[in-house]
């Protein structure tokens, strides 16, 4: 991907590079000209893609002290609680709209993809993972609902491909978002109205919209850095 204000940057546009102006984007710190012209054009990307952001962004140390004890320090890893809560979500909103809804995946390695793999079958085939009773306030879709709109397999692709950049350079100011919701980059995500909670009305944002897991007060006062999605 390459932004038109930016000289044509032809390697892969990830977040943590940009953020940390390391490898191709080192020159963010010897180029001023240049930089101030980049963030505005990554601004301006960003906030006219042709869909909505939907995420679960989780706390770990608050995911930690909730679960450890309750499971014998043996939770979920986070990232099946995760991909069980987004694909869910996002399927909740593919079918209000009547539409099938595909997963794209970045790869990661072997074993992690396979682990996909395996959450996203049992969603078909079994519904969502949580006790039911302590999840009812979320509306949980069933087998059935997953299979109407959820196709069967997730789609797996490489780190530089377009999707691919545009979940990562997304991720950073909705993680942050949680913690602050003055970030300028989140703020400026939501004020064009691509987070899916601008499509919903309170209720429906909750079982829908963006998940904070495990975001109490307390940590949110502290404003930690250490999220994981």
């Known amino acids: 991907m390459s932004l038109s204000a930016s000289n044509s940057i032809e390697c892969p546009l990830h977040s943590h590079k940009i953020r940390t102006k390391k ?4 020159w963010l710190k010897s180029d001023p000209v240049r930089s101030a012209s980049f963030y ?13 952001v939907v995420g ?10 909730r679960y450890e004890t309750k499971y014998d320090k ?29 997963v794209y995946i970045e790869e990661t390695g072997k074993n992690e993809d396979r682990a996909i793999r395996i959450y996203h079958a049992s969603l078909r085939d079994n519904g969502m993972y949580f006790d039911p009773d302590s999840s009812a306030k979320y ?14 397999n997730p789609k797996f692709v490489k780190k530089d491909n377009v999707g691919a950049q545009i979940a990562d350079l997304l991720l950073y100011p909705v993680i942050k978002g949680g913690y602050d919701p003055s970030y300028p980059p989140y703020q400026s995500l939501s004020t064009a109205g ?17 998940k904070y897991y495990c975001f109490d007060e307390a940590i949110i006062a502290q404003k930690s850095e250490k999220a994981s999605v």
């Open 23 to 26: 490898d191709g984007f080192a």
């Open 40 to 52: 505005p054009a990554l601004e301006k990307l960003l906030c006219t893609i042709p869909g909505h």
């Open 56 to 65: 679960c962004c989780v706390h770990r140390p608050g995911y930690n002290k």
């Open 74 to 102: 043996k939770p979920w890893q986070m990232c099946k609680s995760a991909y069980t809560i987004v694909v869910e979500r996002a399927a909740k909103f593919a079918a209000m709209h009547a539409r099938k809804l595909v």
């Open 139 to 152: 509306l949980p879709l069933g087998a059935e609902g997953f299979a109407s709109v959820l196709l069967k």
């Open 194 to 210: 691509k987070l899916i909670d601008s499509c919903l009305d309170k209720d429906m944002a909750k079982y829908i919209g963006i």
